[in-house]
């Protein structure tokens, strides 16, 4: 069976850090690009994160540019994202999905993960 499962999220005071994990199973994550996204109550979910195949490329979304990673480690199946600085306006629930086309920004998403909430409050 195919699967995205996150983790790595919680509960961080502001200014905090925390590093999500997007971990595949049943499928190659290095055919992959793979991107991180987030929803806030009453926002529509708006990306964040991707990195390509190679790992040569990444984007950012201008929120949390020179704050957040994206980072890929291919032998464990894993995708991360450091994030740093957190802020109050991070606080989301985030999900990891993938791109067999393997370029950013993604054109296509062919599987999400279930979603990991980040709650960054004092």
């Known amino acids: 069976q195919f699967q995205l499962v996150e983790s790595g999220g919680g509960l961080v005071q502001p200014g905090g850090s925390l590093t999500l994990s997007c971990t595949a199973s049943g499928f190659t994550l290095r055919h992959y690009a793979v991107g991180w996204f987030r929803q806030a109550p009453g926002k529509e979910r708006e990306g964040v994160s991707c990195?390509?195949?190679?790992?040569?490329?990444?984007d950012y979304a201008d929120s949390v540019k020179g704050r957040f990673t994206i980072s890929r480690d291919d032998a464990k199946n894993i995708v991360y994202l450091q994030m740093n600085s957190l802020k109050p306006e991070d606080t989301a629930v985030y999900y990891c999905?993938?791109?067999?086309?393997?370029?950013?920004?993604?054109?296509?998403?062919?599987?999400w993960g279930q979603g990991i909430q980040v709650t960054v409050s004092s």
């Open positions: 990195i390509n195949k190679s790992g040569g490329h990444t």
């Open positions: 999905a993938t791109d067999i086309m393997g370029v950013c920004p993604q054109v296509r998403f062919d599987y």
